[in-house]
């Protein structure tokens, strides 16, 4: 099973923002899709290990 991350531009703020119901503390927000993408490819394994019921075999980029 693959877990989910969701990505979507937020018109108002005017940044992209990623957050997920799987991964408890994951919302991040860029003014870019690549520098957002950087964020979370980064960002993600730190997380995971911190919370240790996801595991990392799960998650692809």
Same mark, same amino acid.
């Given at each position: ?5 969701n /990505?979507?531009?937020? +018109? ?8 997920s !119901? ?9 003014? +870019?899709? !690549?520098? &957002? ?9 730190? &997380? /995971?290990?911190?919370?240790?019921? /996801?595991?990392?075999? !799960?998650?692809?980029?």
């Amino acid at each position: 099973m693959k877990n989910m991350i969701n /990505i979507y531009w937020d +018109s108002e703020a005017t940044v992209y923002v990623a957050t997920s !119901d799987v991964i408890p503390g994951m919302c991040y927000k860029a003014e +870019s899709f !690549d520098e &957002l993408m950087d964020q979370v490819q980064y960002n993600v394994p730190r &997380l /995971i290990q911190v919370n240790k019921k /996801i595991k990392e075999k !799960d998650y692809w980029f």
